[in-house]
T-cell receptor, first 112, second 117 residues
Framework: GQQLNQSPQSMFIQEGEDVSMNCTSSSIFNTWLWYKQEPGEGPVLLIALYKAGELTSNGRLTAQFGITRKDSFLNISASIPSDVGIYFC????????????FGKGTLLTVNP | GAVVSQHPSRVICKSGTSVKIECRSL??????MFWYRQFPKQSLMLMAT?????????EQGVEKDKFLINHASLTLSTLTVTSAHPEDSSFYIC?????????????FGPGTRLLVL
């Protein structure tokens, strides 16, 4: 099925550094979501974006819904060791189409 | 709020047997639930969309007779892997869609690790 282009694939950073990751798509989405998955667990919703241009924060996390509706980014400020995990972006279509299209994920490693 | 549970968390079975996985939304009603499969170091792959009171909609390439889905109530969907084989070993994750002010947002269960011997 269709997938989003998510980058980078992996990141190795030092504790305290800021992190940025993004997703792009050839298709328009009405909703962008960012999830975090830890080993052996299901994805946990971090931020949901519903409007083009919307900028939303959740603690140290900030995400934006691109104005073209074809992209989104997630920033993590002042990273800590528990930020380690795989971060997935997901786009959701409109109307009655609630299916999610997932990016391939960004593996984040934080060195203390 | 928006808690989704799965049971069992892990299961080991012999080849040829059937395995049932339950997905429950604990604090909200979900008219739509989704079943995903995830292979190691890969993204989630949608298998089927489960609608309460109607037949599930399967993605292309997913055998509906092998992966039976029942959405018995607004809080429970089950996935039964029939006549399981080693290649069915995987991480199965469900999600439940909760209606909010702008649409429906999916919340995921913790996943079920299936190992078929």
């Amino acid at each position: 099925g269709q997938q989003l282009n998510q980058s980078p694939q992996s990141m190795f950073i030092q504790e305290g550094e800021d992190v940025s990751m993004n997703c792009t798509s050839s298709s328009i989405f009405n909703t962008w979501l960012w999830y975090k998955q830890e080993p052996g667990e299901g994805p946990v919703l971090l931020i949901a974006l519903y409007k083009a241009g919307e900028l939303t924060s959740n603690g140290r996390l900030t995400a934006q819904f691109g104005i073209t509706r074809k992209d989104s980014f997630l920033n993590i400020s002042a990273s800590i060791p528990s930020d380690v995990g795989i971060y997935f972006c997901a786009g959701q279509g409109g109307g009655s189409n609630y299916k999610l299209t997932f990016g391939k994920g960004t593996l984040l490693t934080v060195n203390p | 709020g928006a808690v989704v549970s799965q049971h069992p968390s892990r299961v080991i079975c012999k080849s040829g047997t059937s395995v049932k996985i339950e997905c429950r939304s604990l604090d909200f009603q979900a008219t739509t639930m989704f079943w995903y499969r995830q292979f190691p170091k890969q993204s989630l792959m949608l298998m089927a969309t489960s609608n309460e009171g109607s037949k599930a909609t399967y993605e292309q390439g997913v055998e509906k007779d092998k992966f039976l889905i029942n959405h018995a109530s607004l809080t429970l969907s089950t996935l039964t892997v029939t006549s399981a084989h080693p290649e069915d070993s995987s991480f199965y994750i469900c999600s439940a869609a909760r209606r909010d002010r702008v649409g429906e947002t999916q919340y995921f269960g913790p996943g079920t690790r299936l190992l078929v011997l």
